[in-house]
Nanobody, 112 residues
Framework: DVQLQASGGGEVQPGGSLRLSCAAS????????MSWFRQAPGEKPAWVSS????????IYTDSVKGRFTTSRDNAKNTLYLQMDSLKPEDTAAYYC?????WGQGTQVTVSS
């Protein structure tokens, strides 16, 4: 079974940083583009970032460009999201995604 387990969320002050991880199993991780989505309370899930099979530069939604960096370690079957200069509007549950599979999210709260 495909499993995606996100971790690393928490509560930080504006301007702070967090690094999310997503441990993947049950599929050939290195064969797939991986993505991050987020869902704020009362809103639909929104795409945040994707990274290709071999890694390298990710692509990002405009609101996080220059602040978030996605990466992956195919040897560890793990996806990462480095989030810097966090803003209150980044508050959401963050999910990793591959195809039609979604993992359990991790909550990020940015508040002073």
């Amino acid at each position: 079974d495909v499993q995606l387990q996100a971790s690393g969320g928490g509560e930080v002050q504006p301007g702070g940083s967090l690094r999310l991880s997503c441990a993947a199993s049950g599929f050939a991780f290195s064969d797939y583009t991986m993505s991050w989505f987020r869902q704020a309370p009362g809103e639909k899930p929104a795409w945040v970032s994707s990274i290709g099979r071999a890694g390298g530069a990710g692509i990002y939604t405009d609101s996080v460009k220059g602040r978030f960096t996605t990466s992956r370690d195919n040897a560890k079957n793990t996806l990462y999201l480095q989030m810097d200069s966090l803003k209150p509007e980044d508050t959401a549950a963050y999910y990793c995604n591959v195809g039609t599979y979604w993992g359990q999210g991790t909550q990020v709260t940015v508040s002073s």
